[in-house]
T-cell receptor
Framework: KQEVTQIPAALSVPEGENLVLNCSFT??????LQWFRQDPGKGLTSLLL?????REQTSGRLNASLDKSSGRSTLYIAASQPGDSATYLC??????????????FGGGTRLMVKP | DAGITQSPRYKITETGRQVTLMCHQT?????MFWYRQDLGHGLRLIYY???????DKGEVPDGYVVSRSKTENFPLTLESATRSQTSVYFC???????????FGPGTRLLVL
């Protein structure tokens, strides 16, 4: 059974700092990995999706990397801003998955960026 | 409204009552999903649907029933609510051939 772990569970940083969020998964036979953002009381918004054949994806100040063999992904946020405060979740899709791309989610990292 | 919506946004009910959570999407996405989010468990898939009249179980289906008579709607019913079903429920959808899932705003359910 795939298990996804995110460390740390919570993180507080001053504005402007570069930071890294970590995601690890136990089964390396993944189809892709996604990073989501969740604001309090809101749904999830997809940030980046990395296919299993890719090493990284970038969107603005966000960069996500994937090392499938070691079962790890990182989300790098450059020059953090208070508006980046949210919970960040990673989710993996298994290769042999008939559940319409059933995702297995990590528990999330709750990020607070202080002005 | 365009996108994916859920109703109600908040619901309080009692043990043993039947509750239906609604999900509606305007994109004509083939796939729809129901998740529950709990502290310590993250998001877990309850049921999903690949198309109208096609549904299947996810990771935690017990105590839930779904239907999909129309592509745009995917209601989730708790036939006899239990306290353990207190949670935040998210509906999501994705288009056929797409990878990204789009999530609704969630329904907070409290079972007393």
């Amino acid at each position: 059974k795939q298990e996804v772990t995110q460390i740390p569970a919570a993180l507080s940083v001053p504005e402007g700092e570069n930071l890294v969020l970590n995601c690890s998964f136990t089964d390396s036979a993944i189809y892709n990995l996604q990073w989501f953002r969740q604001d309090p009381g809101k749904g999830l918004t997809s940030l980046l999706l990395i296919q299993s054949s890719q090493r990284e994806q970038t969107s603005g100040r966000l960069n996500a990397s994937l090392d499938k063999s070691s079962g790890r992904s990182t989300l790098y946020i450059a020059a953090s801003q208070p508006g980046d405060s949210a919970t960040y979740l990673c989710a993996v899709r298994r290769v042999n998955n008939n559940a319409g791309n059933m995702l297995t989610f990590g528990g999330g990292t709750r990020l607070m960026v202080k002005p | 409204d365009a996108g994916i919506t859920q109703s109600p946004r908040y619901k309080i009910t009692e043990t043993g009552r039947q509750v239906t959570l609604m999900c509606h999407q305007t994109w004509s996405h083939s796939y729809m999903f129901w998740y529950r989010q709990d502290l310590g468990h993250g998001l877990r898939l309850i049921y999903y649907s690949a198309a109208a009249d096609i549904t299947d179980k996810g990771e935690v289906p017990d105590g839930y029933v779904v239907s999909r008579s129309k592509t745009e709607n995917f209601p989730l019913t708790l036939e006899s609510a239990t306290r353990s079903q207190t949670s935040v429920y998210f509906c999501a959808s994705r288009g056929d051939g797409q990878e990204t899932q789009y999530f609704g705003p969630g329904t907070r359910l409290l079972v007393l």
